[in-house]
């Protein structure tokens, strides 16, 4: 059928099937493109924000203790009282809304787990801070030490040990994470290079077959055949 046809269709057919090897390569590279993109953006954006969002949480918690210690550890005056009973709200909504943040982004059931563990030993140390406040505006600063020492320090450690459990195991994650991404990006990188080549050697083969198409009945000479398509 093709050697039926005209020397100008032979060339027209042969470019459109050389357009269509290259479409077709293009569309797959641009696929393996948007694969890694993709992968890196899980890596990047979700897993690092679980990261993020614990650590901040963390953060929350280690400045609220800073406030609280001043307190449990000299003379309060009132004025000190007041700033941290200011404080607090702000304290509180941070870590909340760093722990709510982490909720909709956990797959695993072990990560909810952990994170449940989060929510019921920052609830206990909450408790334990509003007893301090309610001691420390009656005046009785020592029953209020001792009491936070007693209780608070207690639910303060278990508090910041459950977020740092849920930080390493986090981390962990990101890292395996990251070491698959890097081999799946691998193994893409490596399927762009088998199209790569298999869409050159098809365009060598549709090109060798054009030329040989269309010089082949005018015996070969390549000017021969230039000039005859040109008459």
């Keep these: 059928m093709f050697a039926s046809l005209s020397l100008v269709w032979r060339v027209r057919a042969g470019l459109a099937c050389l357009l269509l090897i290259l479409g077709g390569v293009l569309t797959i590279s641009l696929y393996g493109v948007n694969a890694l993109h993709q992968i890196t953006q899980r890596v990047a954006i979700q897993d690092g924000n679980k990261v993020l969002h614990a650590q901040q949480a963390l953060f929350g918690l280690n400045a609220l203790a800073r406030d609280i210690y001043p307190l449990v550890n000299g003379a309060p005056s009132q004025s000190d009282i007041d700033g941290l009973r200011q404080h607090l709200p702000g304290y509180q909504a941070s870590i909340a809304q760093a722990l709510d943040t982490l909720q909709p982004q956990l797959a695993h059931s072990a990560d909810q787990a952990m994170l449940a563990a989060i929510r019921t030993r920052h609830a206990a140390f909450s408790q334990t801070v ?102």
């Design 130 to 231: 509003s007893a301090l406040l309610d001691l420390l505006d009656q005046g009785e600063s020592d029953a209020a030490s001792a009491h936070f020492h007693t209780l608070g320090v207690p639910a303060l450690r278990d508090d910041m040990l459950a977020i740092e459990r849920f930080l390493k195991a986090q981390n962990q994650a990101f890292t395996q994470g990251a070491a698959q991404s890097d081999a799946d990006a691998r193994e893409i990188r490596q399927w762009l290079l088998v199209v790569a080549l298999i869409g050159s050697l098809g365009s060598l083969l549709v090109g060798g077959l054009i030329l040989r198409s269309v010089t082949r009945p005018l015996g070969g000479d390549p000017q021969q055949a230039g000039a005859a398509v040109a008459e």
